[in-house]
């Protein structure tokens, strides 16, 4: 099939499923279009685990990223290094909200947002990833040690680390949970965080999005960094927190183009690298990446940074859910995109790898 052939076909599915029929399209794009989300529970549970699970995760690797010039590497900022498109017969897989990669960017620990966490090692073929080994699924546990889709806390969209601490944010309830992975790994309870007042306040299924943890040695030390998907402030611009740390408070990030916020990495520079995607019924999906200034953040500050890399239905890309970043011994910083399928049959599972380019 040509590239147009495959461009186009893409194209029709996403707007035959996401405009005509809005029911049947994602949760995420429905919202953009106003639609009314449905709160379908036993669908979800079909999608949950109760126990942790050995899984079996095939890949098919991605040698190109544009559909319309196979040979094209560079985009914005960003070189296209390798990807995979990930599929499992276990119906629990999908739905991939969040990722963090350890500093080799081969162990993964990912969360679905219907409630489990995925755990692993992504394989490579000297640069390229080949595909995932040792792959796990377990439930996320509340404080009781039960499931938290028992207690109808649902859509874990976002995942940031500080060591053994692991920070878990739950959009459609706006709660933080934090686990203390030494005790027990994914089988660990999670701890409720105290959030603001204001971030309980945000809209249904619009709310905390993106999670990132400020490390030592960097502005903002110990503050988990929290952005909602699309609550908006007074002037049309995305609400954020500062939880904890040492200047804890309320700031926003600048909306535009209709963007709305999925994840966010921090950079050993001290950037802040925001992932944002878009849905409209005459150009599809929409994807892009952001810029911000870590030491710019502050209480009451308006942040706003460039684009350094956008990409659309031309090329492979998804509903992009997930960003994290490694360096490798040879010094690249890479990138690592994952997409949510909605567990939709004409939406995908995409792993996808690009190295910064300074």
Known sequence: MSPDAVFGRRRFLTLAVMGAAAVAAPEWARAQLGARPAANRAVRGEHSVSSPVAIEVRARPLPSFDLRDRSRLRFGSLEYRSGLVLTSSFPGFGGLSGLRLDPKG????????????FTGRIMYSGRDMAGLADVEAAPLLGPDGRPILDRGWYDSESIAMDGDQVYVGLERVNQVLRYDFSKGFTGARGEIVPLPPAAK????????????????GQPLAGTLIALSERGLDADGNLISFLIGGPTPGQFSVRRTEDFDISDAVLLRSGDLLVLERKFTLVFGVGIRIRRLRLADIAPGGLMDGPTIFAADLGQEIDNMEGIDAHVTPEG?????LISDDNFSMIQRTLLLQFTLVE
């Open 201 to 216: 306040r945000l809209p249904n299924n619009k709310g905390l999005e993106a999670l990132v943890f400020v490390p030592k």
């Open 332 to 336: 690249d910083t890479v990138l690592t």
């Open 106 to 117: 081969e162990r993964f620990i990912a969360l679905s947002d219907q409630g489990n966490w």
